[in-house]
């Protein structure tokens, strides 16, 4: 027998159905830690929350003629806003988690978009900026949500407006250092004036080399020397804010794979890549690839869309299809490397 101590180093959470306090389903869309060190799941099958001392979850779902249980059981994203609020996404609606840490009084508000359009009430993605405005990305549309008054004003596509988001379907929200709001879409990457009050569109072109690889948007990062990172299917791409161009990284400079769901920067600089042939660990300044799949003891080689986090301890977070991975990259690395003969 052989022991392959490398394996053991990525921790990996799956359902088990003897064990009714494991992991509620292995098709991951959602991670994240709130300030109480909780971390929670979202699933195809119900929200987890995971108490990791005793290594137990706990699952809320859709319950028939309760109004104050979550609206869907399939959760797309998880969020905790500035105040501790926690936000859930799901696939019909978006709730907020009330009274959490009160075992006897877990109720879920619901919020529903629109009543005639099921694709607004896909929540994707969940973001708070650091001016303290509530972004959703939808199925379709970009929603503004004002959680005092319990509105939200809408910015969609319009074909005749240059300047209006690129693509209806949202994937990914995030703010850089410079409080530039970057919107992912399935047709183009955002980048949000709020003065004007308008969006820069910037889109592949089929003849740049230097345009974006592929129109659609997956995941989005800024680093620590404020470089922007944008994964889209068809690889990694770095954007250059001075000349507005972008540096293409595919198969043949060393990915894995092309998709890129998911980027998150560790503490040393260094960028891990979620993509559908495991973890990809890139090294921006030498620009070489370290790969990993489910021979190193990944939840599989197939991750997903959404499914990534950092906690401020460092640690990190990607879900697939057969549960998720935690770990801290400080460990990732031999401390025996052999010598090559």
Request: glycine residues 8%.
């Amino acid at each position: 027998s052989k022991f392959d101590q490398g394996k053991e180093q990525f921790l990996h959470y799956k359902a088990d159905p003897r064990n009714p306090n494991s992991l509620s389903h292995n098709v991951i869309w959602s991670l994240f830690e709130d300030q109480h060190q909780i971390l929670w799941i979202g699933t195809d099958n119900g929200l987890n929350r995971l108490d990791r001392e005793k290594k137990e979850f706990t699952c809320y779902k859709d319950e028939p003629g309760n109004p104050n249980s979550l609206s869907h059981n399939e959760v797309w994203s998880v969020y905790e806003d500035q105040n501790g609020t926690l936000w859930v996404g799901t696939f019909c609606g978006l709730n907020r988690l009330d009274d959490r840490f009160d075992k006897g009084n877990k109720k879920f508000t619901r919020y529903l978009i629109s009543h005639d359009n099921p694709q607004t009430n896909k929540i994707r993605a969940i973001y708070e900026d650091q001016t303290g405005l509530f972004w959703i990305g939808t199925g379709d549309g970009l929603y503004q949500f004002d959680r005092e008054n319990e509105t939200f004003l809408r910015y969609q596509h319009q074909p005749d407006k240059p300047n209006s988001l690129s693509h209806n379907s949202i994937w990914a929200i995030y703010e850089d250092s410079a409080q530039r709001l970057w919107i992912g879409t399935e047709d183009g990457l955002n980048r949000f004036d709020p003065k004007k009050n308008q969006f820069i569109r910037y889109k592949n072109i089929s003849d740049n080399p230097m345009s974006l690889s592929n129109n659609w948007i997956l995941s989005v990062c800024e680093d620590r020397k404020k470089r922007l990172w944008i994964g889209t299917v068809s690889g990694l791409n770095q954007f250059d804010p001075q000349k507005e161009t972008f540096i293409r990284y595919r198969e043949k400079e060393g990915l894995p794979n092309e998709v890129i769901y998911g980027i998150l920067e560790d503490n040393q600089g260094r960028l891990w890549l979620s993509t559908n042939k495991g973890l990809s660990r890139f090294t921006p300044h030498t620009k070489i690839f370290k790969n990993y799949d489910a021979r190193d003891g990944l939840q599989g080689n197939e991750f997903n869309v959404g499914a990534y986090h950092k906690n401020k301890n460092g640690e990190l977070f990607f879900g697939g299809l057969n549960g998720f991975n935690l770990f801290y990259p400080s460990q990732k690395d031999n401390p025996f490397p052999p010598s090559v003969v």
